[in-house]
Structure formats: structure tokens, C-alpha cells
């Protein structure tokens, strides 16, 4: 399966076979990113095609390419636009060349369609949340993956807290099987620093800085692409470099992301009134695992209890509870192409 997964400027790719991933990504113009992208889809089975924003017309995490999904995929380009713009881009060519392989639509908010409408909606004028303006969530891909993933090990779990700690951290809570809470909002920019995006912040700063005549595009990517944790240590660094660094300058932009992770994960308890599982899913699992129990000590109101991993577990899949922690604790590899891939299969 080939993967196609826009972020900013750039678009990653992933050939995946169940077992051997190979991955890159492309950081040009787009004539050549769909040079390359129609080179690669014409040597691949199957295709999918990330959506990191499908707005109200998608529901589903994965549908096929159709040309009717193709048209709903074109009117959600605004939502997202860059990111949604490659995507759409990207599957016309796929559609139009490569109609004789399966190809998918793989959305990133479609698991949060489903939000409680007063963990969906803002406090904004009626008028405006039928336009579209409330929460769409993201990253849903994973966490209904991982929600799945649990349900075959731990079939008992009702509440489950799914942690995601990429460049993008963020965090879900999930209640027999549905959504009721997310750290993301409108967009990836609300809820926790990202590598270069603010984070939530106070709606009144864009307003200032609008009036210091920064123009509305010059604002979104100042908070877009020129803040993060990257831009407060000033060079570009993974999650688990920023957490486990010692260095004084990490420390300030270290604890803005704990302290929002944490917040982030307590609202998700209040929301489901405790946990049963909290999973955190790492871009680097052994990096994390001293900041994993750092948070989860903040926790210990609840109970719970952590412990070093056995040197004979799985280096890809951790449980790092004790044996009489009333929450239970799991540690494992991000790994968004095999989530996608099972997913894609599973839907036929």
C-alpha cells in the first residue's frame, strides 16, 4: 500500500506491506511532488489518501475514491486548505491514471463527527456553528485504531485515553468505542504546541497583532508555522529530543508541553469521570518513557501507579502499570501506516 500524508509544505509518502515500511517525503514544488507522487502510485497495489480535514462530508475514516467522494473531497478543501488542496490534487491524478487499483480516502477528523454537541459546538452564534465552525478534532485515524487495538486485548475497557505524542501531540478520550472529548479543535492549532503551531491561546492576541498591521495570512503563519516548541528553542527537534533534553534552553518549551499534556489528559478523565486505559502512542517510545511516567505521576490522586517495563517485554508495545494500579498503562510505537492499512482492508 502506498500512503500519501500532507503536512505544511511538504508530503510524506509510505509504501507498506503489513511487515516492511519505507517512507520519505517530498519538500518541493508541487509539478514535483507530482512527478514523483504519479511515479509512485504507478508502481503501487493500492492507494490511500490522508484528508486531515473532511468538515461535515465525511464521516467515515475510510472510503474508496469514487468520483463522488472526489467532489466532496474538493468542497472540504477549505477547511484545511493547504493540506486538503495536496490531498485533492493528489487523488485526481490518482483517480484519472490509476483507476484500476483500490484507492482510499482516509479521514482525519471523521472519528469526531461524532462528539457530544457541547464538547462539539463553541459558544458562538447558532448562526455560525451551522456553517461549520465548531471542533472537528484530528489524528481520529489513530485513535480509533487504538481504541480497536485495546478492545482486542483488554475487552472490558468503557474508558479509554488515547495520547498521541508526535510533532503533533494530542489527546482523545473514548467511551464505548465513541468519542467524547479531544484536545483539537477547529483546526490542528488549538490545544497542545505542536513543532511550529501555538497551541490555544487567548483569541484577542490575533486581533492585536492584526492591529499592528500583520495581515490575516502573515498571523496564520505566524501561529502556523513559526511557533511551537521549535521556534521557542529556536532549531527544528522531535518531541522525544525536546523531552528528554537537558540543555536550559528546552526546559521552559519542555514544560509548556508537559503542563498542556497533562491538562489536556485530565480533561479527558473529568469528561469520562476517571479511566480505565491510558495509551500513549510515541514517535520514539524509548525516548518517552521517562516523560510517560512523569505525567502519569501527576495522577497519582487517582491511584495510579507506574513501573519500569520488563527487560524481556516488547520493545514496541509496553505496559508500564503496577500490578495493583487501579488504571492501566501502555506504552507503544506510533505507527500510522499499519493503522491505515489495517483499517483500509478491514473496510472492504
Known amino acids: ?40 502510485i504507478s508502481q503501487a497495489t493500492c492507494v490511500s489518501y490522508i484528508l486531515q480535514n473532511g468538515g461535515s462530508l465525511f464521516n467515515q475514516p475510510v472510503v474508496p475514491l469514487t468520483p463522488e467522494h472526489l467532489e466532496n473531497l474538493e468542497k472540504v478543501v477549505p477547511y484545511h486548505y493547504d493540506a486538503n488542496n495536496t490531498t485533492y490534487r493528489l487523488a485526481c491524478t490518482g483517480l484519472d491514471l490509476f483507476a484500476h487499483i483500490p484507492q482510499y480516502i482516509c479521514c482525519n477528523t471523521a472519528f469526531f463527527y461524532g462528539l457530544p454537541p457541547y464538547a462539539k459546538y463553541y459558544a458562538l452564534p447558532y ?116 523531552l528528554q533534553s537537558p540543555s536550559h534552553p528546552q526546559k521552559l518549551a519542555r514544560e509548556i508541553i508537559l503542563n498542556n499534556l497533562i491538562k489536556a489528559i485530565g480533561a479527558c478523565m473529568a469528561a469520562m469521570n476517571g479511566a ?47 500490578p495493583d494500579s487501579p488504571i492501566k498503562i501502555i506504552a507503544s510505537e506510533y505507527r500510522l501506516a499499519h493503522a491505515i492499512f489495517n483499517m483500509c482492508y478491514s473496510s472492504e
Open 1 to 40: 500500500m502506498l500512503i500519501f500524508e500532507p503536512c505544511n509544505d511538504r508530503v510524506r509518502w509510505m509504501t507498506y506491506d503489513g511487515y516492511q515500511l519505507n517512507s520519505g517525503e517530498f519538500n518541493t514544488s508541487f509539478n514535483e511532488v507530482m512527478r514523483i507522487a504519479t511515479k509512485l
Open 127 to 242: 448562526e455560525l456553528t451551522q456553517k461549520g465552525i465548531n471542533r472537528f478534532g484530528g489524528d481520529g485515524l489513530y485513535h480509533q485504531w487504538t481504541w480497536e487495538i485495546v478492545q482486542e486485548k483488554h475487552p472490558g475497557c468503557q474508558r479509554l485515553i488515547s495520547i498521541n505524542l508526535h510533532e503533533n501531540p494530542n489527546v482523545a478520550a473514548i467511551a464505548n468505542g465513541n468519542p467524547v472529548e479531544t484536545s483539537l479543535g477547529f483546526s490542528c492549532l488549538e490545544g497542545i504546541p505542536s513543532a511550529t503551531g501555538c497551541g490555544s491561546i487567548d483569541p484577542t492576541i490575533p486581533l492585536e497583532l492584526m492591529r499592528a498591521d500583520m495581515s490575516a495570512t502573515s498571523v496564520e503563519y505566524l501561529l502556523a508555522r513559526q511557533s511551537g516548541w521549535n521556534n521557542l528553542v529556536g532549531t527544528p527537534m522531535s518531541l522525544a529530543e525536546l
Open 276 to 322: 480505565d486505559i491510558l495509551v500513549f502512542n510515541c514517535v520514539g517510545l524509548s525516548e518517552m518513557l521517562p516523560s510517560i511516567r512523569e505525567i502519569c505521576n501527576q495522577f497519582s490522586f487517582t491511584g495510579i501507579k507506574t513501573t519500569l517495563p520488563n527487560d524481556n517485554a516488547s520493545k514496541t508495545n509496553l505496559e508500564l502499570n503496577a
